[in-house]
């Protein structure tokens, strides 16, 4: 995903600020809601729900970046697997323009020209309901209605509860409370892929390659990972205990550890050769860019810059990461997005750009959004070869709008333009030397970078 930098809160007393700690300019300001918004309440969600939902609906409609029809986002709405999970009796069906929706005996017809969300609660009050599986305290009905709505738009498009918030807060500034492991799911099983250092997770003794089995005593085995990511994740300070099978033990393993602030790098020095700095960039975070000055400072030797496994991050990060290597007026990008305002181009400034040193660029099916940008600009320019397999062809900018009660929705809001002008939405750039599998990508990087 690929983030402006800048996030508003739009509340209902339409006040508008942003929550970052730095100021920072954006082109990008929602239309804040009507004072008197003209939704019928309703009794399957309280108050507060409702205030999110029309909120939610509101910048659908007017900040995204392609039209949005209200009967459209009903059809998200239906078509999403959530909803088929969370109101397991509801049925619908579309016959010449009209949808009908039904739950057991109940039903109702909707038709495009017809149906505003406005009137939306009522509706669900009659005829939705009866057929939803959960209905205790926890379910917040809009909620739930708004992430699966939103799941069916441009991949990055979502809405977040007040949980959700919490967490995507924590990714982007890259320091949270926890134990300093990173994990994959490989062959069903939680697996340990690193354990960073001078982490309690290290310290305790935990190892690349043990398989989690529980943490605090919950069995993680049939858990999402961002699942066991909130598990292993507390306030500083308290305790955690973790369980691990471990190849050369017969028996589980127990670590117990206190959580901490851990500071995961955003790029990190890998083993390589003499000839090479090899860098690996995880996230386009605020702190990467920070980090990539430090050791380009302090190395001269030309660069292998690994953008795999790299999901973008920040729109300022990428630009700023991009034109370290370029020179001044070099285009690096520019968006283009629903409203002329958001029209905007993105070119190289730094006064003392590092335009000698060798480059060469690796990608996977998992570079994406800003990394993206990066490699283009670098190759765009004759500044570096991309070598690796094709990128992933995230190619739109989100915005996060904070609402009331501490939820968000991020938008997107823009699309992405490269320097040579094709759009990178949904087209994955194409490696100068498509090598594969990665450790022979690696190799074939390392080699011409050191050639």
């Known amino acids: 995903m690929l983030i402006s930098k800048r996030a508003l809160f739009v509340c209902s007393i339409l006040v508008i600020v942003s929550y970052c700690q730095a100021p920072v300019k954006t082109d990008f300001k929602p239309i804040a809601p009507p004072f008197e918004p003209a939704f019928i309440q309703g009794k399957s969600a309280d108050i507060r729900e409702q205030a999110v939902f029309e909120m939610a609906i509101y910048h659908l409609r007017n900040d995204y970046l ?78 739930e209605i708004l992430k699966a709505m939103t799941s069916g738009l441009h991949e990055g498009t979502k809405f977040l509860d007040p949980a959700d918030f919490t967490e995507m807060n924590t990714e982007i500034r890259g320091n949270f409370g926890g134990v300093g492991l990173e994990f994959a799911l490989r062959n069903e099983k939680i697996v340990v892929v690193e354990v960073i250092e001078n982490g309690p997770a290290v310290r305790a003794g935990l190892q690349k390659g043990d398989i989690i089995e529980t943490i605090s005593q919950k069995n993680v085995q049939s858990l999402k990972l961002v699942d066991v990511l909130k598990l292993l994740r507390g306030k500083p300070g308290t305790e955690i205990t973790i369980s691990v099978r471990r190849s ?31 860098l690996l960039v995880r ?23 690994d953008l795999r496994s790299c999901p973008g991050g920040l729109l300022e990060s990428s630009h700023q990461f991009a034109e370290i290597f370029l020179p001044t007026g070099a285009k ?86 490269l320097p040579d002008g094709s759009s990178l939405l949904q087209k994955p750039i194409q490696p100068d030397i498509i090598v594969t599998p990665d450790k022979d990508a690696l190799e074939a990087a390392l080699q011409l970078t050191g050639s």
């Open 66 to 143: 392609e039209p949005l029809t209200d009967y459209g986002l009903l059809k998200l709405w239906l078509k999403a697997a959530s909803t088929q999970k969370n109101w397991p009796d509801l049925k619908y069906k579309e016959v010449s323009g009209v949808l009908t929706l039904q739950c057991r005996a109940r039903s109702t017809m909707v038709t495009p020209g017809e149906y505003k969300f406005e009137n939306f609660w009522p509706i669900y009050d009659e005829f939705v309901a009866p057929c939803a599986a959960r209905k205790d305290p926890d379910f917040k009905v809009a909620y």
């Open 248 to 278: 050369n033990a017969e028996q589980p393993l127990f670590f117990s550890m206190l959580r901490e602030v851990v500071k995961v790098p955003s790029v990190k020095k890998m083993p390589g050769n003499k000839q090479v700095m090899h």
């Open 283 to 305: 996230q386009l975070n605020y702190q990467a860019l920070t980090e990539m000055r430090e050791y380009l400072t302090a190395d001269s030797r030309p660069l292998l810059l």
């Open 332 to 417: 690096i990008l520019s968006v283009r997005g629903r409203k002329k305002e958001l029209e905007r181009s993105f070119t190289a400034s730094q006064k003392t750009p590092d335009l000698k040193r060798r480059i060469v660029v690796l990608t996977d099916a998992k570079t994406a959004g800003g990394c993206e940008i990066i490699a283009a600009a670098l190759r765009h320019h004759g500044r570096a070869k991309i070598i690796g397999t094709p990128t992933f062809g995230r190619g739109t900018i989100q915005n996060i709008v904070t609402m009331a009660y501490s939820t968000a929705l991020v938008l997107t809001i823009q699309e992405i333009i």
